[in-house]
C-alpha cells in the first residue's frame, strides 16, 4: 500500500468519526457518527428555523449498561446501550429560548430513534449565541450547501470547519441529500413548529413494512439468486448486498467493502464460525437499521457456512 493511499483512508476514517450502534446488542449493525450527525444537523434546520446547530456529539449515555455486541464490533465502534446526544446551538430571540431548546430537542430525539434507529435516550443542550437574524435569511445558500457538501469531519466539528471530505466513496451528484431520506414517516409533533415558524412538512418515506414487507423471506430470496450467480464469495457476497432494496452502494472504509475471514470468537463451548463485514451506504427513503437487518440476514444465506455478519453504514446518499 503506497503512503498516499494509507494517509487517504486514515483520514477517511477520522472523518467518520466513531461508529454508533444501531439498534441493540443481537443486530450487529453501526453507523458512522458523521453520517448520523449530518442527518440531525439537517433536521434541526428544517424543523426549528431559528436555531443554527453547532457542535454535535453522540456517545454512550451510561458506559456501565452497554452490552458486548454478537458479533466483533469494527474499530473505533461503541459497544451498544443507551446514547446521549450533546449539542451547542445558537438560536434567535424570537421564541423563549427553553421553548427552542424544547423544540430542537424534539427534533433531534425523533430523527436520531425513528428515522436512524439510534438507542437515544438523553439530549443535552447549551445554547452558545444569540443570533439577530435567522440562520436560513442571513445565509440563503446554506440550504444548496448543506445538500451538496456538508459532511463535517468530525461530529463535533462546527459546520464551516472545512474539514475535507473522504475521497474513497464519493456521492451521487444526482442524489438527495441525507435531510430527505431516512427511514419512517416522521412523526407530525416532530414536524410542526411554532406559530409563524411554517411547518416545513417534508414527503412521508416508505415506512419499514412497506419497505420490506417479509425481511427474512425477501433476503433469503436475495441470497439464492446471488449463489445462481456463481463467482468468488466476495462477489456472491456484493451481489446479495446491493440486491437488497435500500443499499445504494458499497463503500469500503479500509479499502475492501466485503472483508470475509475473519474469526469470530467462540462462546462457551461453541465453534468458531467466520466473520463477515460489509460497508454501505444506505439510500433515500429507507432506514438504516431495517436495512442493516436485512443485509445481515442476506449475506448469512449467500455463504454455505453462515457466517456472522456485521453491516457497518458509513454514509447515507
Known amino acids: 500500500m503506497t503512503a498516499d493511499r494509507w494517509t487517504r483512508m486514515v483520514r477517511q476514517q477520522v472523518g467518520l468519526g466513531r461508529f454508533l450502534p444501531l439498534g441493540g446488542p443481537y443486530d450487529g449493525a453501526w453507523i458512522a457518527e458523521r453520517a448520523a450527525s449530518g442527518v440531525l444537523r439537517r433536521a434541526a434546520e428544517r424543523d426549528v428555523a431559528e436555531v443554527r446547530l453547532l457542535g454535535v456529539r453522540i456517545g454512550l449515555a451510561d458506559p456501565d449498561a452497554a452490552a458486548e455486541p454478537a458479533v466483533p464490533a469494527p474499530p473505533s465502534a461503541l459497544p451498544p446501550g443507551p446514547l446521549r446526544l450533546t449539542a451547542e446551538f445558537a438560536a434567535t430571540a424570537a421564541w423563549p429560548l427553553p421553548e427552542t431548546a424544547s423544540r430542537l430537542r424534539t427534533a433531534l430525539a425523533v430523527t436520531a430513534t425513528e428515522r436512524i434507529g439510534l438507542e437515544l435516550t438523553e439530549v443535552d443542550l447549551r445554547v452558545t449565541d444569540l443570533l439577530d437574524t435567522e440562520p436560513s435569511a442571513a445565509r440563503p445558500e446554506a440550504s444548496a450547501r448543506s445538500e451538496a457538501s ?61 419497505a420490506f414487507g417479509g425481511a427474512a423471506a425477501q433476503a433469503a430470496g436475495v441470497a439464492d439468486a446471488a449463489g445462481r450467480g456463481g463467482g468468488s464469495e466476495a462477489e456472491r457476497v456484493t451481489a446479495a ?64 457456512d453462515r457466517p456472522t455478519v456485521a453491516v457497518l453504514v458509513t454514509d447515507l446518499d
Open 150 to 210: 456538508e459532511t463535517p469531519g468530525d461530529a463535533d466539528t462546527p459546520r464551516d470547519a472545512g474539514t475535507p471530505r473522504a475521497t474513497d466513496t464519493p456521492r451521487d451528484a444526482g442524489t438527495p441529500g441525507a435531510a430527505d431520506t431516512p427511514g419512517t414517516a416522521e412523526p407530525e409533533a416532530a414536524r410542526t413548529r411554532g406559530a409563524g415558524g411554517g411547518s416545513g412538512a417534508a414527503r412521508a418515506p416508505e415506512t419499514s413494512a412497506q
Open 241 to 304: 448486498v446491493l440486491q437488497v432494496p435500500g443499499v445504494s452502494r458499497l463503500t469500503g472504509v479500509w479499502g475492501r467493502p466485503v472483508r470475509l475471514g475473519e474469526r469470530a470468537p467462540a462462546s462457551g463451548d461453541a465453534l468458531p464460525r467466520r466473520h463477515t463485514r460489509v460497508d454501505l451506504a444506505v439510500a433515500a427513503g429507507f432506514r438504516p437499521l431495517e436495512v442493516a437487518r436485512v443485509v445481515r440476514t442476506a449475506v448469512a444465506e449467500a455463504l454455505p
